[in-house]
């Protein structure tokens, strides 16, 4: 894709391979060094007028002239408040939403992410995918995800392809697709299921999905 499309894609990994002496800063700094090689070859005053013109148009398309302020502003977001705290203090969840910091200002097109949501309490699984959903909402972006949640899915996700061992079953739309559609579909997976669709204080529309008794 990234060969015949010119995508920047990014990805977030079940495993956690970054040096443990690494603050948390400095990891999420790490993800944007493209970013600050492209704002160093712009200021570099040898740089060919055409390719200013280029690297002017790409910072400004993906709004990345002050990485600073975009790392300061995820790690807030993801509740990473100790920014001089050593990876290898961190807990696994922690670790977690790290590793999803430094994806995300790397400002990728596509953003591949293997059940992101793993090691994470309930608060903040809910914050991660809703984050991923303001992000991709924000410019010209696609993730995606792979889950186990099906409630998260049905909330956070655009279309759902439906897998198991032998291979795709389907694919829901749940802002289109109805209850009882999802439902039979969402059978085939999880046995006996029914949804319903709650608001929360807010007014906003989520959907719940309980586990039936098996006929």
């Not at 894709?1 to 990805?11: E, K, T």
């Not at 495993?15 to 603050?23: C, H, K, Q, T, V």
């Not at 949640?149 to 996700?157: E, I």
């Not at 897998?163 to 802002?175: A, F, K, M, N, Q």
């Amino acid at each position: 894709i990234s060969q015949v499309r010119n995508l920047r894609i990014a990805s977030l990994d079940q495993e956690f391979n970054l040096p443990g002496s690494m603050s948390i800063a400095e990891c999420v700094k790490s993800g944007q060094q493209y970013i600050y090689d492209l704002l160093a070859e712009y200021e570099n005053a040898a740089t060919p007028q055409l390719r200013h013109e280029e690297l002017e148009h790409y910072l400004t398309l993906h709004d990345c002239w002050h990485p600073e302020a975009l790392s300061a502003e995820v790690m807030d977001k993801l509740g990473l408040d100790r920014p001089a705290e050593k990876l290898e203090n961190l807990s696994g969840g922690e670790k977690r939403r790290v590793s999803l910091a430094r994806a995300i200002v790397a400002e990728p097109d596509l953003l591949l992410l293997d059940e992101p949501e793993s090691a994470l309490d309930f608060r903040f699984r809910y914050q991660m995918l809703s984050l991923l959903r303001q992000w991709v909402a924000s410019g010209k972006r696609s993730g995606v995800v792979t889950l186990h949640d099906p409630t998260l899915a049905l909330n956070f996700c655009d279309q759902l392809l439906l897998l198991d061992g032998r291979g795709v079953l389907g694919v829901i739309e749940p802002r289109s697709a109805s209850l009882d559609e999802m439902e039979r579909m969402l059978s085939r997976v999880y046995g006996s299921i029914s949804l319903q669709r709650c608001q929360n204080r807010r007014g906003e529309h989520q959907i719940v999905i309980l586990k039936e008794d098996e006929a």
